[in-house]
């Protein structure tokens, strides 16, 4: 099976999930190398939400062709620098407070399996670590969680018509619960679990 390409973040510790074992495939590289790295070697890139996106973005005619060959791309954070055509930057919910803060489930999805809404509106018993507003999801995407601050279509992913697949997490990294005591945990490896899935399908529709 093809490696995953995680991006690592500025400035950043290395996320703990990278030392799990259902993160073995995983090869580290930094934004600053992507461009002359083979994309074609890798069967799905996550971006963490503290990636430089200006140099993520100038590499985006890169990001494009290699969902076009059917790659899978996992985005964490606030959309600055669209670096696809069909995306829009980050709009932040209209103020704070659980009103505007709650995360609501719309569509059931493998990484959230058993994974409770509650965990994921709060943490440490404040609302808004997980999600601030959305990235705007293009026609087609398929929306997964909303906030209930304008109704923001937090979590979305999208099947390309070029090509690919796009999961966007319009905030904090979602690893970042790995070691969450809550049922929030399960994102990380149900997360890996889903995109090596996605990764071993596309290969198997792949001409040998």
């Known amino acids: ?4 390409l995680y991006i690592c973040p500025l400035g ?3 996320a703990s999930f990278l030392d799990k074992p259902y993160a073995r495939t995983i090869e580290q590289h930094r934004i600053y190398d992507l461009p002359k790295l083979d994309l074609s070697r890798f069967g799905a ?3 963490s939400a503290h990636t430089d996106q200006r140099a993520f973005a100038a590499s ?5 062709a290699f969902l076009d060959a059917g790659g899978l791309l996992v985005f964490n954070g606030h959309i600055a620098y669209p ?3 069909e995306l829009a930057p980050f709009v932040p919910v209209p103020g704070y407070g659980l009103a505007l803060l709650q995360v609501c489930r719309v569509t059931a999805h493998p990484v959230f399996d058993g994974v409770d809404p509650q965990d994921l509106t709060f943490r440490r018993g404040v609302a808004g670590f997980y999600g601030r507003g959305h990235n705007p999801p293009p026609p087609g995407a398929e ?3 909303r906030l209930s601050g304008n109704d923001a279509p937090l979590d979305w992913v999208w ?7 796009v999961f966007m997490h319009g905030g904090n990294d979602m690893w970042m619960y790995a070691d969450d005591p809550t049922s929030a945990a399960r994102i990380a490896p149900q997360l890996m679990a889903w995109v090596t899935s996605q990764i071993e399908e596309h290969t198997e529709k792949e001409p040998a």
Not at 1 to 4: E, F, N, S, V
Not at 60 to 64: F, L, P, S
Not at 159 to 165: E, F
Request: aromatic share 4%.
């Open 143 to 145: 929306v997964l969680h």
């Open 12 to 14: 950043q510790e290395p």
């Open 1 to 4: 099976m093809k490696p995953i």
């Open 60 to 64: 985006g005619d890169r990001i494009a």
């Open 159 to 165: 099947a390309r018509p070029a090509g690919g697949t």
């Open 83 to 85: 670096f696809l055509p």
């Open 45 to 47: 890139i996550l971006v």
